[in-house]
């Protein structure tokens, strides 16, 4: 069974900062790519970032310049760190992971999400 938990989330004011981080646990082989996703109220969940084990980004037109994603040494985790914030930030953000199983079963598997305010 695969896990990934999220952190990092709270309430931040107009040009603040927060770092999200996303840790991958479990019978994984191998982590092809790490991504987050957001989903704001009514609106359909979007990518925010995304990397590869291969180490390149892509970003969504609306956070290049303000987020920059990264993974940890260990390559079983992810990070967002999102500067400059904005009322339309506001969302649930989602961690996801494009794996591999031992058994050769390659899925994508979610978090459960963390909510990111802000708001003056």
């Known amino acids: 069974q695969v896990q990934l938990v999220e952190s990092g989330g709270g309430l931040v004011q107009p040009g603040g900062s927060l770092r999200l981080s996303c840790a991958a646990s479990g019978s994984i082989f191998m982590i092809y790519g790490m991504g987050w996703y957001r989903q704001a109220p009514g609106k359909q969940r979007e990518l925010v970032a995304s990397?590869?084990?291969?180490?390149?980004?892509n970003y969504a037109e609306s956070v290049k310049g303000r987020f920059t994603i990264s993974r940890g040494n260990a390559k079983n985790t992810v990070y967002l760190q999102m500067n400059s914030l904005k009322p339309e930030d506001t969302a649930i953000y989602y961690c996801?992971?494009?794996?591999?199983?031992?058994?050769?079963?390659?899925?994508?598997?979610w978090g459960q999400g963390t909510q990111v305010t802000v708001s003056s």
């Open positions: 990397t590869t084990s291969g180490s390149n980004t």
């Open positions: 996801k992971a494009d794996l591999r199983l031992p058994v050769g079963t390659e899925l994508g598997s």
